[in-house]
C-alpha cells in the first residue's frame, strides 16, 4: 500500500538510499526536512520496498527510489501515479548517465526537455517534464 511517510520509516529509508544513491545518500536530517517541507509517500508491504518525495505546489520531483530487490515490478510505477492524481504537469532532473531511470520516465510519459550542464557538480541533468 501506498501511505504518507511516518518517523519509523527512517531507517529503511535510509537503507533504500545507500544501496540507490551509494554516493550521495540523503542523511537523516535531509529525510526529516523533506518530510516537514514535501508530500513524502512511501510504499509498503511486509517493509518498505521505495518511496517518492515531490513539491505539490509545482509537481517537482524530488527524489524517488525502489529496493533494487523490489525493482521492474511496477512499485515506482505507482508510487509516480499517487503523483499524477496531486500535480497535472511534473518534471524532474535526472542524471544524464542514468539510463535506466530516464527509460522508466519516457515509459510513464515523460519528454526530455533540457539539460543542466554541472547541475550535480560532477554530472549534467537532463530535464524531464510530463505535462499531464
Ligand atoms: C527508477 C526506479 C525508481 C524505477 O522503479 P521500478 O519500480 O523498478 O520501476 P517500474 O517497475 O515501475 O518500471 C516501469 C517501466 O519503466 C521502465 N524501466 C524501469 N527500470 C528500467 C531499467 N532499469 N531499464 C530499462 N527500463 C526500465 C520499463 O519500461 C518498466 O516496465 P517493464 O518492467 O514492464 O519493462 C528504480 O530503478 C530505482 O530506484 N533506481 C535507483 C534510484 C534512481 O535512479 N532514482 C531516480 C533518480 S532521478
Same mark, same amino acid.
Not at 514535501?38 to 505539490?56: H, R, T
Not at 512499485?75 to 497535472?88: A, H, P, Q, R, T
Given at each position: 500500500?501506498?501511505?504518507?511517510?511516518?518517523?519509523?520509516?527512517?531507517?529503511?529509508?535510509?537503507?533504500?538510499?545507500?544501496?540507490?544513491?551509494?554516493?550521495?545518500?540523503?542523511?537523516?536530517?535531509?529525510?526529516?526536512?523533506?518530510?516537514?517541507?514535501?508530500?513524502?509517500?512511501?510504499?509498503?508491504?511486509?517493509?518498505?520496498?521505495?518511496?517518492?518525495?515531490?513539491?505539490? %505546489?509545482?509537481?517537482?520531483?524530488?527524489?524517488?527510489?525502489? +529496493?533494487?530487490?523490489? +525493482? +521492474?515490478?511496477?512499485?515506482?510505477?505507482?508510487?509516480?501515479?499517487?503523483?499524477?492524481?496531486?500535480?497535472?504537469?511534473?518534471?524532474?532532473?535526472?542524471?544524464?548517465?542514468?539510463?535506466? %531511470?530516464?527509460?522508466?520516465?519516457?515509459?510513464?510519459?515523460?519528454?526530455?526537455?533540457?539539460?543542466?550542464?554541472?547541475?550535480?557538480?560532477?554530472?549534467? %541533468?537532463?530535464?524531464?517534464?510530463?505535462?499531464?
Amino acid at each position: 500500500m501506498i501511505r504518507r511517510f511516518e518517523l519509523k520509516d527512517l531507517m529503511q529509508i535510509l537503507e533504500i538510499e545507500r544501496n540507490s544513491f551509494p554516493k550521495t545518500p540523503y542523511s537523516v536530517s535531509t529525510l526529516m526536512y523533506l518530510s516537514h517541507y514535501y508530500s513524502f509517500l512511501v510504499y509498503e508491504e511486509d517493509k518498505i520496498s521505495g518511496y517518492v518525495v515531490y513539491d505539490p %505546489a509545482n509537481g517537482h520531483i524530488i527524489s524517488i527510489a525502489v +529496493r533494487p530487490e523490489n +525493482r +521492474r515490478k511496477s512499485i515506482g510505477s505507482k508510487l509516480m501515479n499517487e503523483v499524477f492524481k496531486d500535480c497535472k504537469r511534473v518534471w524532474l532532473e535526472v542524471r544524464v548517465s542514468n539510463e535506466a %531511470a530516464q527509460r522508466f520516465y519516457e515509459r510513464l510519459g515523460f519528454q526530455k526537455k533540457g539539460r543542466i550542464e554541472r547541475y550535480y557538480g560532477d554530472e549534467d %541533468a537532463l530535464v524531464m517534464v510530463r505535462e499531464g
